[in-house]
């Protein structure tokens, strides 16, 4: 039984790590109707900033600490300078930031030297509980999901600019009619989403070895996610990378490895194709 419970707490840490990256990118999504392809690029990012402070000899808390901001800077310099200039052609937008991705990956990889690096987890050692021992890291993760995605909701629904994005969302004329800046929310939104990603990546660096694809193992999995759980809702994301998070961790100790990644692939396909509106239509952002 101790096996199962430590099995079932990975599964869990890897699940709040795709909660992470998932958010961020379903609420680009739902608040300025592209899919922000660089995504996984600033997972890559946020990893790389904490591999930066501990290189130089800083703390990796602060790396930590660090990403999200840098990424928030990032992501609202490119909103700024290149991808709000495409919003009208959403499919343009969308190539853009696969462009801009490209680059990132292809910067670092040439910083990197085409080489993996090891991070030390901040938080090393393990914890016991009820007679198992959990990964203190992991539980780290697992906890700031959890405030994360608490603070989101709170901040989407019991703020004046929380109802802001949601009466943009729902009707961006009416809004910029109320005198609503809508380009500063889809600015902010975007940096927000880009700093998700960036903690997200800070946080599972210390599980991956740094690689400049280390983002793009995940990109794949947040866009199916997305669609998944339904765009447009603040739920829908966070069930979905739920669902598309525990086949892609759990599927490899039920069918052989290699056929684990098509077979999560298959499945969210089937389901979006019966569902296509995503598990949930209701409760807007």
Same mark, same amino acid.
């Given at each position: 039984?101790?096996?199962?419970?430590?099995?079932?707490?990975?599964?869990?840490? =890897?699940?709040?790590?795709?909660?992470?990256?998932?958010?961020?990118?379903?609420?680009?999504?739902?608040?300025?109707?592209? =899919?922000?392809?660089?995504?996984?690029?600033?997972?890559?990012?946020? &990893?790389?900033?904490?591999?930066? =402070?501990?290189?130089?000899? $800083?703390?990796?808390?602060?790396?930590?600490? %660090?990403?999200? @901001?840098?990424?928030?800077?990032?992501?609202?310099?490119?909103?700024?300078?290149?991808?709000?200039?495409?919003?009208?052609? #959403?499919?343009?937008?969308?190539?853009?930031?696969? &462009?801009?991705?490209?680059?990132? !990956?292809? @910067?670092? !990889?040439?910083?990197?030297?085409?080489?993996?690096?090891?991070?030390?987890?901040?938080?090393?050692?393990?914890?016991?509980?009820?007679?198992?021992?959990?990964?203190?890291?992991?539980?780290?993760?697992?906890?700031?999901?959890?405030?994360?995605?608490?603070?989101?909701?709170?901040?989407?629904?019991?703020?004046?600019?929380? $109802?802001?994005?949601?009466?943009?969302?729902?009707?961006?004329?009416?809004?910029?009619?109320?005198?609503?800046?809508?380009?500063?929310?889809?600015? $902010?939104?975007? %940096?927000?989403? %880009?700093?998700?990603?960036?903690?997200?990546? %800070? $946080?599972?660096?210390?599980?991956?070895?740094?690689?400049?694809? @280390?983002?793009?193992?995940?990109?794949?999995?947040?866009?199916?996610?997305?669609?998944?759980?339904?765009?447009?809702?603040?739920?829908?994301?966070?069930?979905? &990378?739920?669902?598309?998070?525990?086949?892609?961790?759990?599927?490899?100790?039920?069918?052989?490895?290699?056929?684990?990644? #098509?077979?999560? =692939?298959?499945?969210?396909?089937?389901?979006?194709?019966? !569902?296509?509106?995503?598990?949930?239509?209701?409760?807007?952002?």
């Amino acid at each position: 039984m101790g096996i199962e419970v430590k099995l079932a707490f990975d599964l869990l840490a =890897f699940i709040s790590v795709m909660v992470l990256i998932v958010l961020g990118l379903g609420i680009i999504a739902s608040m300025m109707g592209i =899919f922000n392809f660089a995504h996984g690029e600033f997972v890559l990012l946020g &990893a790389y900033t904490v591999y930066i =402070f501990e290189s130089s000899g $800083l703390s990796a808390w602060a790396g930590i600490l %660090a990403a999200p @901001i840098v990424l928030a800077i990032v992501g609202l310099v490119l909103e700024r300078l290149i991808i709000r200039r495409f919003y009208a052609v #959403p499919i343009i937008a969308m190539l853009g930031t696969y &462009a801009i991705g490209l680059v990132i !990956r292809e @910067i670092v !990889r040439g910083l990197l030297g085409g080489h993996y690096k090891s991070i030390s987890e901040p938080l090393p050692g393990v914890f016991t509980l009820f007679g198992v021992d959990f990964s203190a890291w992991r539980a780290v993760i697992v906890l700031t999901t959890i405030c994360i995605i608490a603070a989101t909701w709170l901040f989407l629904s019991r703020t004046s600019v929380g $109802l802001q994005v949601r009466g943009s969302l729902e009707n961006p004329n009416l809004a910029r009619a109320c005198g609503i800046s809508t380009t500063k929310l889809y600015a $902010l939104t975007f %940096a927000f989403g %880009a700093a998700l990603a960036g903690l997200a990546g %800070a $946080l599972i660096v210390p599980l991956y070895q740094l690689s400049a694809d @280390i983002g793009t193992r995940f990109l794949v999995q947040a866009f199916l996610s997305v669609m998944l759980g339904g765009v447009g809702t603040f739920e829908g994301p966070v069930l979905g &990378a739920a669902a598309v998070g525990g086949m892609a961790a759990g599927l490899p100790w039920l069918v052989i490895p290699v056929l684990a990644d #098509p077979l999560v =692939f298959v499945i969210a396909l089937l389901i979006v194709k019966f !569902r296509p509106q995503g598990f949930i239509t209701q409760g807007r952002l």
